[in-house]
């Protein structure tokens, strides 16, 4: 009886998808400490806002030094070294007796934790497999879809049994659980191994190729590199705001924070759901115009939020716009991939997702001092709608990959 042996790679997804799952259930759980925050240090929106978009700033920013340390010493100590860090940095938000404090520990915690692993993690799914890149990737940044799913409505369970301070040191105690066993998946590209990507046979008496493609000095200098980068840049604007800021939506037209964390649950559905529906459309399509269609997505459903005033209106932005949001992280790395080859990928991707910081650091915090001070989001949201569809106007420029390449091939 022959057995059948599952490709390594598969295992490298695994550990990959164990990794997001964990750094972003425990960042996109926010949205349940958000009112007992505001109310524990008696804080505006806009600062209560910052919590998570220092976290969010710093795991985005870090990306490019994660990247190039991944690339030189592979993902495994990255991705438990990281996923450490968000551990430690909930149990010392825990013990905040100011707001600042929790600033420190989750903040600074779980933005540097997921910095290190989020990255590596990701990048060497891409060494892993060629042809099925699209859907090994899908698979592996579903994670952050079913992280998203779970972390909000499980917080706010815990919150509500145990309070804020005592759910903090039970997610740090599943975050190490979670570091030993991704750490253990996740491992450097095949040809460290003898191994082709997508499990094919190496030819005979060859060993397998080292991955080719351009440096991040030789990246940085290209067009298609400062189109993602821009396009992402502006997008990331709105992109994180409802993450933050649906719970005190709902709750502001009167149907309750309760109703808000069932928002952010629907955002993880729609996010797993547009993670494999639209990675599975690429290949029809071509993965960058693919791409381009999610910005045209996010930004026309952030209009639809701004307009609504009722429960089926708000659910219909959540799932459609979690669907938006998770095809964007589904196809960035692949499309990165195409264009750069992975040589450098892992420090590559780093520097386009620094882009992303910038507006995860702005938006949601401009989001909440607008409410602030003028009593309603819907000129932030209509704001980062607009920016959404510049995005989409920059990325339709960029050349198709192949084209592109076709015409670099004769200079190198």
Known sequence: ?????????????????????????????????????????????????????????????????AGLIGDRLGPRPVVIG?????????????????????????????????????VPSVTTVQHWFVRRRGTASGVAVAGIGVGTLIGAPLANALIAGIGWRQTYLAMAGFTVVAAIIAGALVRRGPHFY?????????????????????????AIRTGPFWGIYVSALLMSFGLFTPFVHLVPYARDIGLGSGFGVLLITLL?????????????????????????????????????????????????????????YGGFVAIAPSLAADYFGGRALGAVIGALYSGVAFGAL??????????????????????GALLCFVAFVIIILVPEPARWLSRRAPSH
């Open 194 to 218: 003898g191994l082709e990507p997508d499990g094919d046979s190496a030819s005979a008496g060859k060993p397998p190729a080292a991955p080719t493609g351009l440096s991040l000095a030789e």
């Open 362 to 383: 702005l938006g949601p915090p401009v989001a909440g001092y607008a409410y602030d001070f003028l009593g309603s989001y819907s000129g932030a949201i209509v704001a």
């Open 82 to 118: 990281g996923l450490l860090i968000v551990a430690l940095g909930l149990v010392i938000a825990a013990q905040a007796s100011a707001l600042w404090q929790v600033y420190f520990g989750y903040g600074l915690g779980v933005g540097l934790g997921v910095g290190l692993s989020y």
């Open 268 to 324: 993880g559905v729609g996010s797993t759901v547009g993670r494999f529906l639209f990675a599975s459309v690429t290949p029809w399509l071509g993965r960058r115009l693919s791409f381009a269609l999610m910005y045209i997505g996010a930004g026309v459903m952030l209009i639809v939020w701004s307009l609504s005033t009722n429960a089926p209106m708000l659910i219909f932005f959540a799932l459609l716009f979690g669907a938006f």
């Open 1 to 65: 009886m022959s057995v059948v042996r599952v490709f390594a790679g598969w295992r490298v997804v695994a550990g990959a998808f164990l990794c997001m799952l964990t750094g972003f259930a425990v960042a996109y759980s926010f949205a349940a400490f958000f009112g007992p925050l505001e109310m524990e240090f008696g804080a505006q929106r806009g600062d209560t806002s910052l919590v998570f978009s220092i976290a969010a700033f710093l795991y985005f920013l870090l990306g490019l030094p």
